[in-house]
């Protein structure tokens, strides 16, 4: 199994546009070499799979040193991954407006939605729906999303929303939370990551 800490390569960097999948993979006769590798791109259009979700299971939440969290990676079951930057805006209207207003973000609290199937089991998504009935400080810990071009934010958030299983009775059970980040995440550049 592939280093779950390792920073993905970027689809610019791959030879071909393919990523080699890691051992014991079953190969995948569509893929574009036609053996164990996967596409990395649909024409200039970068595939979501090779965005990286990573949440620290230690409940490690110093931001200073993210080298010494217990990281694991939300894939197994997760087909849905969501950022939205909840902006806080102040609208105003003003006479030399003749009518038309303004708006200022005066604020942020980026999230990211990760949805999906319940995989009993998975070191992460069992770490997440263990938080199903915490408050307070249990819910933070430290999540960092690395994109398929390379770039990474990252920092403490609150798990909040958290849905550990649920669904029809002939259907996989499903899986979702929020993680909002508490005050301004860091984000590295694609370019400081290669």
Do not use: C
């Amino acid at each position: 199994m592939a280093d779950e800490n390792t920073t993905p390569t970027s689809a610019a960097g791959t030879a071909g546009n393919v990523v080699p999948q890691p051992a014991g993979t079953t190969a995948n006769n569509n893929s574009l070499a036609g053996d164990d590798t996967a596409p990395t791109n649909i024409g200039k259009f970068l595939l979501n799979w090779q965005n990286k979700i990573e949440i620290a299971t230690d409940g490690l939440d110093n931001v200073n040193d993210i080298t010494k969290a217990a990281w694991a990676r939300l894939a197994a079951g997760i087909n849905n991954l969501t950022p939205a930057e909840n902006d806080t805006t102040a609208n105003d209207e003003y006479y030399d407006g003749e009518g038309f207003g303004t708006s200022d973000v005066t604020s942020k609290r980026y999230q990211f939605t990760v949805a999906g199937h319940r995989v009993y089991g998975d070191k992460a998504q069992d770490y997440i729906a263990s938080k199903m009935l915490e408050i307070g400080d249990n819910l933070k810990t430290l999540m960092r999303v690395t994109f398929a071009d390379g770039s990474q934010v990252y920092g403490i958030v609150t798990l909040t929303n958290i849905v550990p299983a649920g669904g029809q009775p002939g259907a996989k059970q499903t899986f979702s939370f929020v993680a909002v980040f508490n005050g301004k995440p860091k984000f590295v550049p694609a370019s400081a990551n290669k």
